[in-house]
């Protein structure tokens, strides 16, 4: 297992900003998919941005869409997910996960994963 190391969370007030960022000691660009999964407190982890690293496109799930951005730095090996107008719904614990099988992208079944940084959100 590769190790993937989540940096950037804190505490911050609604309508504040957050850049999180998962670097990876292999190339970033050898992952097929890298992704960012929360899970807040009484929820289930919820996958939150994907991006696929041959064509750069990205997917997120419709409560951060035009808040949330996942983008791939290839240079630093490094994930990010800038996150904007932040809601107290999006108060969870934060978790980079990669993959380097399509099939096992497709279906969202990951098997690389950081240990995760706390997004705390206060209204």
């Known amino acids: 297992q590769v190790p993937l190391v989540e940096s950037g969370g804190g505490s911050v007030q609604a309508g504040r900003s957050l850049n999180l960022s998962c670097v990876t000691t292999?190339?970033?660009?050898?992952?097929?998919?890298m992704a960012w999964f929360r899970q807040g407190p009484g929820k289930e982890r919820e996958r939150v941005a994907t991006i696929y690293a041959h064509n750069s496109l990205t997917e997120y799930t419709d409560s951060v869409k035009g808040r949330f951005t996942i983008s791939l730095d290839n240079t630093t090996n490094t994930l990010h997910l800038q996150m904007n107008s932040l809601e107290a719904g999006d108060t969870a614990m934060y978790y980079c996960?990669?993959?380097?099988?399509?099939?096992?992208?497709?279906?969202?079944?990951?098997?690389?994963w950081g240990q995760g940084t706390q997004v705390t959100v206060s209204s």
């Open positions: 996960a990669a993959d380097l099988v399509p099939v096992r992208c497709v279906l969202h079944d990951y098997r690389n």
């Open positions: 292999d190339a970033a660009s050898g992952w097929y998919c």
